[in-house]
């Protein structure tokens, strides 16, 4: 099969840019996290470079420079690319940026908030940055979730005491997804923008994708292993007074309530609803201050002196309070990257709810499509490059567990999961960099991907140009 492309994988990110802007150090850089996609079949990984309210963050291309510097420091096992998350909507930055990140950088996706106060965009700021998005053929990723619902359930579960890991769900129903998805693509409609939803997670959400496909609205949509292999009851799974490891399993959106929204959502993957199928590797150590809360910390007093000389004040009072397990201050975010192919081989390809031509769109033809790499990537062709993974030819069922796994997470939401297949070889532009179990590619390998524009919706979408009932005259 053509190597593996996971279009969503977090490197690098430090406590200020963290994934989530509220704390929590991404425990994986360019080495080892490039290395366990590599272990994983994946050949080619988009990460993302985000700016910040800072004034020092503001310049996009300065903030693309600094990511792309922690790359070249200590090099890739697969090749790589850079999204840009983008959480102003400051206009000369947008008019004066766009065209080079585009152009320079061939970086033609940015990811857009509707929650988190750190990242979130209001409607118009949203209108702003994706009506540039659109004139410089940028795609606009979003992250559909609707921070105003989530904060104010939030202060309601925990006025009730309900700040244990697993009550994050309850903070986050379907409906904080089916909003955000709907009002997000009313502002593409009205702006005639496609737009990519990553990390889809819920029913209500892939129905809304899919009416406005149905529509002709050019609307994709990115999903995970996660929503198909975790639940709710894996949140609670570890749920004890003084245990509160199921703050391993806390991602956004969360798991599905049960396995029959799992069913569900595997339609979506056959029927073509999700375009493409990445990790949202997302990875924060257990047992770290700048992870997820482990609860070790009261019997290790030493990591609080090594807390308070790293933190003053609030920022303190939160890490003390995240160790404690309320869910409000575990970051959000799983690992991965490793897992993804083996995951969707196994629950979907080998159990026939999938065709293996559909497993390649969702692992790697779309993705290269959609994100302005095909057919160089994602191809089998003469030109293409040299990117494959081959599965084990005879079936050996095992159970992972993160000893076998190659980031530097110290647990993986898979812990004893039954695996079918694994990859045998990963071969990056023809050479061999996983076989039978080793890696015998080198952290120079990786080379940076200067991407084009999105193959799958490319000129104005034909949907709707009656300027009465949407804005098709902007562009006129
Ligand atoms: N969004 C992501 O893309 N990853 C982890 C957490 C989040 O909210
Ligand atoms: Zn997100
Ligand atoms: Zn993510």
Redesign the pocket.
Same mark, same amino acid.
């Given at each position: 099969m053509p190597g593996g492309i996971d279009a $969503?994988v $977090?490197l690098c990110q430090d406590l200020e840019t963290g #994934?989530?802007g509220l704390g929590g150090e991404c425990a994986d850089n360019f080495e080892t996290g490039s290395r366990s996609a590599a272990a994983g079949g994946t050949t080619t990984i988009i990460t993302?470079a985000t700016q910040t309210r800072k004034e020092e963050d503001r310049s996009l291309l300065k903030v693309v420079e600094a990511y792309n510097s922690r790359a070249e420091e200590t090099g890739s096992y697969v090749d790589y690319g850079f999204h840009i998350i983008i959480v102003q909507n400051d206009a000369d930055i947008l008019e004066n940026e766009m065209p080079i990140l585009m152009n320079d950088w061939g970086i033609s996706s940015c990811?857009l908030?509707l929650?988190?106060k750190t990242q979130c965009l209001t409607d118009s700021q949203l209108l702003d940055v994706m009506f540039a998005a659109r004139k410089n053929a940028i795609t606009t990723m979003i $992250?559909a979730?609707n921070g105003d619902m989530i904060e104010w359930l939030t202060d309601k579960l925990e006025q009730k005491g309900m700040v244990a890991p697993f009550y994050h769900a309850l903070s986050r129903p379907p409906i904080v997804e089916g909003e955000a998805t709907n009002r997000a693509i009313a502002l593409a409609q009205l702006i005639q923008s496609p737009i990519l939803f990553? $990390?889809v997670g819920s029913v209500l959400g892939a129905a809304n994708v899919r009416r406005a496909q149905t529509m002709g609205l050019p609307i994709y949509a990115e999903t995970c292993p996660q929503y198909f292999h975790l639940t709710w009851d894996d949140l609670k799974r570890f749920h004890s007074p003084t245990c509160f490891e199921n703050s391993k399993m806390i %991602?956004?959106p969360p798991p599905p309530l049960s396995v029959s929204d799992h069913e569900d959502l595997f339609v979506g993957l056959a029927n073509g609803t999700f375009t493409i199928y990445s990790s949202?590797h %997302?990875p924060f150590r257990y047992d770290h201050p700048h992870g997820k809360p482990s609860g070790v910390l009261e019997h290790e007093p030493s990591m609080e002196g090594e807390l308070e000389h790293q933190h003053e004040g609030k920022e303190l009072q939160d890490l003390l309070r995240r160790k404690q397990g309320a869910f409000r201050f575990i #970051?959000?975010?799983i690992p991965g990257v490793e897992t993804r192919l083996p995951l969707l081989y196994t629950g979907a390809l080998a159990k026939g709810r999938i065709s293996p031509q559909r497993f390649v769109e969702l692992t790697s033809t779309n993705p290269a499509k959609l994100y302005g790499m095909y057919p160089r990537k994602g191809a089998l062709m003469p030109g293409s490059d040299a990117d494959l993974w081959y599965p084990e030819e005879t079936f050996r069922p095992f159970h992972l567990t993160n000893s076998m796994l190659h980031h530097n997470v110290d647990y993986t939401p898979y812990e004893g999961t039954e695996f079918s297949n694994w990859p045998r070889y990963t071969i990056l532009r023809g050479k061999i960099i996983w076989a039978n179990g080793e890696i015998v590619g080198k952290v120079q390998d990786g080379k940076y991907v200067k991407r084009g524009p999105s193959l799958l919706s490319q000129g104005l979408p034909r949907a709707d140009r009656d300027p009465r009932r949407v804005a098709s005259w902007l562009y006129e």
């Amino acid at each position: 099969m053509p190597g593996g492309i996971d279009a $969503h994988v $977090h490197l690098c990110q430090d406590l200020e840019t963290g #994934p989530l802007g509220l704390g929590g150090e991404c425990a994986d850089n360019f080495e080892t996290g490039s290395r366990s996609a590599a272990a994983g079949g994946t050949t080619t990984i988009i990460t993302f470079a985000t700016q910040t309210r800072k004034e020092e963050d503001r310049s996009l291309l300065k903030v693309v420079e600094a990511y792309n510097s922690r790359a070249e420091e200590t090099g890739s096992y697969v090749d790589y690319g850079f999204h840009i998350i983008i959480v102003q909507n400051d206009a000369d930055i947008l008019e004066n940026e766009m065209p080079i990140l585009m152009n320079d950088w061939g970086i033609s996706s940015c990811k857009l908030f509707l929650t988190y106060k750190t990242q979130c965009l209001t409607d118009s700021q949203l209108l702003d940055v994706m009506f540039a998005a659109r004139k410089n053929a940028i795609t606009t990723m979003i $992250h559909a979730e609707n921070g105003d619902m989530i904060e104010w359930l939030t202060d309601k579960l925990e006025q009730k005491g309900m700040v244990a890991p697993f009550y994050h769900a309850l903070s986050r129903p379907p409906i904080v997804e089916g909003e955000a998805t709907n009002r997000a693509i009313a502002l593409a409609q009205l702006i005639q923008s496609p737009i990519l939803f990553v $990390h889809v997670g819920s029913v209500l959400g892939a129905a809304n994708v899919r009416r406005a496909q149905t529509m002709g609205l050019p609307i994709y949509a990115e999903t995970c292993p996660q929503y198909f292999h975790l639940t709710w009851d894996d949140l609670k799974r570890f749920h004890s007074p003084t245990c509160f490891e199921n703050s391993k399993m806390i %991602c956004s959106p969360p798991p599905p309530l049960s396995v029959s929204d799992h069913e569900d959502l595997f339609v979506g993957l056959a029927n073509g609803t999700f375009t493409i199928y990445s990790s949202d590797h %997302c990875p924060f150590r257990y047992d770290h201050p700048h992870g997820k809360p482990s609860g070790v910390l009261e019997h290790e007093p030493s990591m609080e002196g090594e807390l308070e000389h790293q933190h003053e004040g609030k920022e303190l009072q939160d890490l003390l309070r995240r160790k404690q397990g309320a869910f409000r201050f575990i #970051p959000n975010g799983i690992p991965g990257v490793e897992t993804r192919l083996p995951l969707l081989y196994t629950g979907a390809l080998a159990k026939g709810r999938i065709s293996p031509q559909r497993f390649v769109e969702l692992t790697s033809t779309n993705p290269a499509k959609l994100y302005g790499m095909y057919p160089r990537k994602g191809a089998l062709m003469p030109g293409s490059d040299a990117d494959l993974w081959y599965p084990e030819e005879t079936f050996r069922p095992f159970h992972l567990t993160n000893s076998m796994l190659h980031h530097n997470v110290d647990y993986t939401p898979y812990e004893g999961t039954e695996f079918s297949n694994w990859p045998r070889y990963t071969i990056l532009r023809g050479k061999i960099i996983w076989a039978n179990g080793e890696i015998v590619g080198k952290v120079q390998d990786g080379k940076y991907v200067k991407r084009g524009p999105s193959l799958l919706s490319q000129g104005l979408p034909r949907a709707d140009r009656d300027p009465r009932r949407v804005a098709s005259w902007l562009y006129e």
